[in-house]
């Protein structure tokens, strides 16, 4: 695949996958990027990198995203080989001009990627069960995090239907967009990796979903603010925001009281952050 032996390898941290990451250099200089996962041990996880190497195959090559080399699916073994991206993740809470390097590289993507190319899953059929997270918690009675969460339940459960509405579209979108996702090239850029969970949807689910990330990381943003100065946000109907923003909370509530998956042991806790302070700017919106 490379032409050449590897000599060095250097393993990557991070990340929400159980499978290996590491940067590799041959003996002739040339360098990669390879993830391998064990398929019988974590056959979602492998699954994931088939998807994610059938929607990089349809990327065009000027996208701000890794070039794929090869695709190795040898029994249960998978893994995937792309060009090294020379680049750190961005800093957290994210530093403004990371924060803009990475709204860019998502209007780049968005004019390159729309309409969809052929082949490319259906975002809204995708989300769908994530995003009806308030439904299960509210039929299984489960314990909130936030004691306004029970009042406007009903209501809650009626957002996150509409949100699976919201999402839909034609314009591919990377569909998990957060900091581990974006790397910062030397020259401020920022190049966009992990594609398994991509499909067409709404133009503007990415830039969202950045938003929603940096609002994480740093409580005191405006995130409301930051919204109506993106030409690509403001455009949104709020009402159509605040369901997708109710949609991604029931799904991190929902998913933070489940067992971890295998080979993911902090997945749960960062889904039960991200739920807690998104439901913050959720209670906020409502009120508004």
Not at 54 to 79: G, H, K, Q, S, T
Not at 180 to 206: E, K, M, Q, S
Not at 227 to 256: K, Q, S
Request: aromatic residues 6%; glycine residues 8%; hydrophobic residues 45%.
């Amino acid at each position: 695949m490379l032409d050449d032996a590897v000599v060095a390898a250097r393993s990557q941290t991070g990340g929400f996958s159980p499978g290996s990451a590491d940067r590799v250099r041959t003996a002739s200089g040339r360098r990669a990027f390879v993830k391998a996962v064990d398929g019988g041990a974590y056959p979602s996880s492998a699954d994931l990198h088939r998807q994610e190497a059938a929607i990089n195959a349809v990327l065009p090559a000027e996208a701000p995203v890794p070039r794929l080399l090869a695709v190795i699916d040898e029994r249960e073994w998978v893994a995937l080989v792309f060009d090294e991206v020379e680049g750190r993740e961005p800093l957290l809470p994210w530093r403004t001009e990371d924060l803009f390097a990475a709204f860019d590289t998502l209007e780049m993507l968005g004019a390159l990627l729309t309409p969809a190319p052929p082949g490319v899953p259906d975002l809204a059929e995708s989300l769908r069960p994530a995003l009806l997270g308030w439904a299960r918690l509210r039929q299984d009675d489960a314990p909130l995090p936030e004691a306004w969460m029970r009042g406007p339940l009903d209501r809650l459960v009626e957002l996150s239907e509409a949100a699976a509405v919201a999402v839909r579209g034609n314009s591919v979108q990377h569909g998990d967009v957060r900091s581990d996702n974006f790397l910062i090239t030397p020259d401020g850029r920022a190049v966009l990796i992990d594609w398994p969970a991509a499909g067409a949807g709404a133009d503007w689910f990415d830039s969202f979903c950045l938003v929603a990330n940096a609002r994480v990381f740093d409580p005191s943003l405006d995130a409301d603010g930051l919204i109506e100065a993106r030409p690509g946000l403001a455009r949104v109907a709020p009402d159509e925001i605040t369901a997708v923003l109710a949609g991604l909370v029931g799904y991190f509530l929902d998913g933070a009281r489940l067992p971890p998956p295998p080979g993911l042991p902090t997945v749960r806790s960062f889904q039960a952050l991200q739920g807690r302070e998104l439901g913050l700017w959720l209670h906020h919106r409502l009120g508004a």
